[in-house]
């Protein structure tokens, strides 16, 4: 009866144009829908997975979280209800809107609107990216993940733990403090870090390819403003990524090479070296708080921290052995391993 993903996401905007060109040229999302108020986009065989609606205002206006089925959906209600939520039943036109089969609706302690549904619509016609892209990953792991921010995150941390089921993925405190849940085997489909404020931080998209990252930052560069965290890699779920600025005041982060989870087993730790391994430069990030990111990305470095890379069947090869001295690690490694038989 828990959520099982991330389905899709709503936010404002002053202006439609600015995010067909952002979502298209740049994202590589497909846009489907649009009337003189609303946008919608595609990224896979669903029929709509971003939707923006230009009220003049910026920001999220709603997160669709997918459950089941019809049965699911009522008592994932029933259990917000028990624990003193308020729960609205959706309007068929909502659900049509929506292309679901049905949704309930309720609010977050931190005020956010959160769409819990089912059956969601798929397209009978492929999805046409709008740039040339290797698409994006997503299925059972959801669209992608969401982090929010807020004044004090242990409330809604709390929520979304222990009334809607999301598994502790891990956290860390330093150079913020930012807590990180998994509701599937996508290392983290929700994040809150503590800012002093309370919004919308970034919305994460995941490509099948590498390359699909590094044309999009060339293209991303082009736009003064537009970067707004350099490239970087990821100490958590070891996504190799960059983030933009979008024309609804929040970033996009796009990456590859998301690690997932077990959840039934994943054991929840806290992250010593930080939010990055390397890179990431956070431009929203205060100035005292920027250089505490880079002394412990610095120590990464000093470290020798890694992490392996995360890649699926067919999207690589195999390169051989040319150097000594990794021939020689690796050696080493696999004839410990080898003695603990």
């Not at 999805?127 to 242990?154: A, C, E, K, Y």
């Not at 590094?214 to 070891?238: F, K, M, N, P, S």
Request: charged share 25%.
């Amino acid at each position: 009866m828990l959520p099982q993903a991330l389905g899709y996401v709503q936010f404002s905007a002053p202006d439609l144009d600015d995010w067909r060109t952002y979502g298209t040229r740049l994202l590589g999302l497909q846009a489907v829908d649009r009337s003189a108020k609303t946008l919608a986009f595609r990224m896979d065989d669903r029929k709509q997975r971003v939707l923006i609606d230009a009220d003049g205002r910026q920001g999220v206006k709603t997160f669709g979280w997918e459950v089941a089925d019809a049965t699911a959906l009522d008592a994932l209600a029933a259990r917000l209800e028990a624990n003193g939520t308020p729960v609205a039943r959706g309007a068929r036109a909502l659900a049509e809107e929506r292309r679901v089969a049905d949704l309930v609706v309720a609010k977050d302690p931190l005020g956010n609107t959160l769409e819990f549904f089912h059956g969601p619509e798929i397209a009978g016609d492929p999805f046409v990216p709008g740039r040339n892209i290797s698409g994006f990953r997503t299925g059972p792991l959801g669209l992608g993940h969401v982090v929010m921010t807020g004044d004090r995150i242990d409330p809604v941390v709390d929520f979304y733990r222990n009334v809607l089921g999301f598994g502790l993925s891990d956290y860390y405190d330093h150079p913020f403090p930012a807590r990180f849940m998994h509701c599937n085997p996508r290392h983290h489909s929700l994040a809150f870090v503590e800012t002093g404020k309370v919004g919308m931080h970034h919305l994460m998209m995941e490509l099948y390819s590498f390359d699909d990252i590094g044309q999009g930052y060339d293209l991303a560069q082009l736009e003064e403003g537009r970067v707004g965290v350099t490239l970087g890699r990821h100490a958590g779920d070891y996504m190799t990524s960059f983030y933009t600025n979008t024309p609804s005041g929040f970033l996009v982060e796009y990456g590859w090479g998301g690690q997932c989870i077990d959840p039934e087993t994943w054991v929840a730790t806290e992250r010593q070296e930080g939010p990055s391994i390397w890179g990431h430069d956070r431009s929203w990030l205060p100035p005292e708080k920027r250089e505490e990111a880079l002394r412990m990305r610095l120590k990464n470095a000093e470290d020798g921290l890694r992490r392996p890379v995360q890649v699926m069947e067919g999207n690589y090869n195999l390169m051989p052995g040319v150097c000594p001295w990794w021939d020689g690690i690796t050696g080493r490694a696999e004839k410990r391993q080898g003695g603990k038989g």
